[in-house]
């Protein structure tokens, strides 16, 4: 490895590390504030909200690498351009693809740790993670359920819970277009809502048709809206393989699992898309004597998210071909790259 391979090494490097470390946090305080926030206010244990998040951070390290390699370019090349090394490497004859190379081979370094955590530790961890707090959940009512809350069960029922507390919770409705459950108390056992003891109404149109009383009903509670997130980044290549054969010979639709299979290759292979597109915006901008400045560092990081979470949405929603909703995001970037190092300077 040449001297200027060992400097760009350590510069780049030594900034994907930093960025990677803000990037984490960020996301980690995503999953604090969407999910985990309203179950420390309905009085979830601390202990188990830290340990969840503990779970959470290798799916954020696989996410968050290509972003922190694009942050890293951007913010390096261009304090190298602002401080006239990159026209000090022009003028000793060092074109742009000579310092192209070896930022591609950490893009590659990158590349592999990302797929090789993705398939191995992310998928356990989160699985671990959902695991833990799903058993917390069903442990501490009312860190699931406030007075007043409804949710559907994994019939797709309507649940209404009139109470919540220690103790267990209590008023429960479970409501369908054809008969409503009514149960003064309830608790969590396994996974499910037991009810202790009810009455059962049936209804023909709007009037009551039969009423009749149990001692013990039980709800399942395995599809609530308030599992932790994960949900397909949770699957390996192989899980999600599986699933799309099963949901095509089935004739269900699959176009959150095929956008997720792509994502997987394309999250980090982002890393050498942001390469290309990184140097060739450096070289391009030093024909003007322009630097891209913190701000257009910080912008053009938060247009690739934007553009990988919309992507995400539409591919899993079926507006977009799952391919193009996992790869385009990156591909924009290396088209600009390929382009901007084209009619850069040389």
Same mark, same amino acid.
């Not at 992507?311 to 929603?317: D, F, N, Q, V």
């Given at each position: ?50 340990? /969840? ?23 390096? @090349?261009?304090?190298?351009? %602002?401080?006239? %090394? ?52 069903? $442990? ?43 149960? %003064? ?51 390996? @290549? ?10 095509? $010979? ?10 997720? /299979? ?41 247009? /690739? ?27 924009? /970037? ?13």
């Amino acid at each position: 490895m040449s001297p200027l391979d060992r400097y760009l090494w350590r510069e780049v490097g030594a900034a994907v590390l930093g960025g990677l470390a803000v990037i984490v946090l960020a996301f980690i305080g995503g999953y604090l504030y969407e999910v985990l926030a309203p179950l420390l206010q309905r009085g979830a244990d601390p202990w188990v909200i830290a340990q /969840y998040l503990a779970f959470r951070v290798p799916e954020a390290l696989v996410r968050g690498l290509p972003i922190a390699m694009l942050f890293a370019l951007l913010l390096v @090349l261009s304090r190298m351009g %602002e401080e006239s %090394e990159l026209k000090a490497f022009l003028a000793g004859g060092i074109s742009p693809l000579r310092v192209l190379f070896p930022l591609l081979l950490l893009a590659a370094v990158l590349f592999i740790s990302g797929v090789l955590i993705g398939e191995s530790i992310a998928p356990k961890a989160t699985q671990a993670g959902q695991s833990l707090l799903r058993q917390a959940v069903f $442990q501490k009512p009312r860190a699931l359920l406030a007075p007043g809350s409804t949710f559907t069960d994994a019939y797709g029922r309507i649940l209404y819970v009139g109470q919540a507390d220690e103790g267990g919770i209590g008023g429960v409705r479970v409501i369908t277009a054809e008969e409503i459950l009514l149960s %003064e108390r309830a608790h969590f056992e396994g996974g499910q809502l037991v009810l202790e003891g009810g009455s059962r109404v049936t209804y023909a149109g709007s009037r009551p048709r039969t009423v009749a009383r149990f001692e013990r009903g039980t709800v399942p509670l395995v599809e609530l809206a308030q599992d932790a997130p994960g949900g397909l980044s949770a699957l390996t @290549l192989a899980e999600l393989h599986s699933r799309i054969r099963q949901y095509r $010979q089935s004739g269900l639709p699959y176009h959150a699992e095929l956008t997720a /299979y792509y994502r997987k290759w394309a999250e980090p292979a982002a890393a050498f898309a942001f390469t290309v597109f990184a140097v060739g915006l450096s070289f391009f901008l030093l024909g003007g004597s322009r630097n891209l400045g913190m701000v257009g560092v910080v912008v053009l990081t938060f247009f /690739y998210y934007a553009t990988w979470s919309v992507g995400r949405i539409m591919g899993e929603a079926g507006a977009l071909p799952p391919l193009l909703a996992a790869w385009g995001p990156g591909t924009l /970037y290396a088209v600009a790259g390929a382009v901007l190092l084209g009619v850069g300077r040389r």
